[in-house]
């Protein structure tokens, strides 16, 4: 494939996944609706001019036939005074009128044929419009109803989303938590164990912390005794000195 072949195929693909995008339905369906109503006025406006045509005729027809007649009576009243000549030109003139009257009344039958066909053309048409308005109406709501329940499954899965982002940072704070709590118990038990140095100690050599550790249990046993002898004296228990 050469060079600007792709690049029509390419740019066709682009341009109709845009149509695509760009088409709505409901703009299409219209537009035919209203082409339609073009037609069926096109044709309305057809069985209009036939008719007008036919009443031109039929009344053209009705004066023609007025003046054969006039005619007819005229070469009557010649023929009764003895002018057979007038007679004669008056029935002459009456059968050239005759013969329009016949041709017209031919054209008649030709333009009644055609209003009819035509009228009964604008009735199917009208019914077919109808229909097809109908229809037309039916997929615009279905349309509408499809997608506006897309939107509102698009915006169920944009919230489902979140709630599974919001699903992962609680699964990951309770994490770092129970992460949190294990190190703490690991230190209080490196601390009780002695494999780590107490902060509060540092500083301090053996020797004083023992003094101290012995201070301090001195100190406890002269507070029992102090307890002890309240109870059975049941006097005045001795200051406990600090």
């Known amino acids: ?8 195929l390419i740019f066709k693909s682009k341009a109709n996944k845009a149509l695509d995008r760009a088409e709505d339905p409901r703009e299409t369906l219209d537009y035919s609706y209203e082409k339609q109503l073009e037609l069926l006025q096109k044709v309305r406006r057809g069985v209009a001019d036939v008719a007008t045509s036919r009443k031109r005729l039929e009344l053209q027809i009705q004066g023609l036939a007025q003046q054969e007649a006039k005619l007819e009576d005229q070469a009557r009243a010649a023929l009764a005074g003895g002018r057979e000549d007038l007679a004669r030109e008056a029935l002459t003139r009456r059968s050239g009128l005759h013969q329009q009257i016949a041709d017209l009344q031919t054209q008649l039958a030709t333009l009644q044929d055609q209003e009819e066909k035509l009228t009964a053309a604008a009735q199917a048409l009208q019914t077919k419009v109808e229909a097809f308005r109908t229809r037309k109406e039916t997929i615009k709501a279905t349309y509408s109803a499809a997608e506006a329940q897309t939107k ?8 489902s989303d979140e709630l599974g982002d919001v699903g992962l940072a609680i699964e990951r704070a309770e994490d770092k938590t129970a992460q949190m709590q294990a190190r703490a118990g ?38 029992l005794a102090a307890m002890k002898q309240e109870l059975e004296g049941g006097g005045t228990p001795p200051q406990i000195t600090q």
């Open 1 to 8: 494939m050469g060079l600007w072949q792709r690049f029509k």
């Open 152 to 159: 509102i499954n698009e915006a169920f899965a944009g919230i």
């Open 186 to 223: 690991a230190i209080d038990e490196l601390v009780a164990s002695g494999a780590l140095t107490d902060v509060s100690s540092m500083g301090k050599d053996n020797i004083t912390v023992e003094l101290e550790r012995m201070a301090s249990e001195s100190e406890v046993e002269t507070q």
